[in-house]
């Protein structure tokens, strides 16, 4: 059964850096969508990243673009999301989820996706 498990959340200071990793199993990263998603508390659920492990396109929402990068590593079966210059609005508990391809017609929609991790906290803050 398709298993996503989200780690590498924790506390960082306003223009810190962290790195989040979505392992996944019960499949194999050969085509599909892989996305990032955060939720902050009274907020919806937004869509932060996607990478395409087709052709390796990446997306990434305006509010990140430049500070977020991310990248997969198909031998660890492993999605990563690299977060440079953290500001305190990036606190949210951060989700990854996979849709096999194609996409309908957004990557950073998250009714795109049918598979969900449970979530790692990240909190930037001083």
């Known amino acids: 059964q398709v298993q996503l498990v989200e780690s590498g959340g924790g506390l960082a200071q306003p223009g810190g850096s962290l790195r989040l990793s979505c392992a996944a199993s019960?499949?194999?990263?050969?085509?599909?969508?892989i996305g990032w998603f955060r939720q902050a508390p009274g907020k919806e659920r937004e869509g932060v990243s996607s990478?395409?492990?087709?052709?390796?396109?990446?997306y990434y929402a305006y509010s990140v673009e430049g500070r977020f990068t991310i990248s997969r590593d198909n031998a660890k079966n492993t999605v990563y999301l690299k977060m440079n210059n953290l500001k305190p609005e990036d606190t949210a508990v951060y989700y990854c989820?996979?849709?096999?391809?194609?996409?309908?017609?957004?990557?950073?929609?998250?009714?795109?996706?049918?598979?969900w991790g449970q979530g790692t906290q990240v909190t930037v803050s001083s």
């Open positions: 989820a996979a849709q096999y391809l194609p996409i309908r017609s957004n990557f950073l929609a998250r009714d795109e996706y049918d598979y």
């Open positions: 990478i395409s492990t087709s052709d390796g396109s990446t």
């Open positions: 019960g499949f194999t990263l050969d085509y599909y969508a």
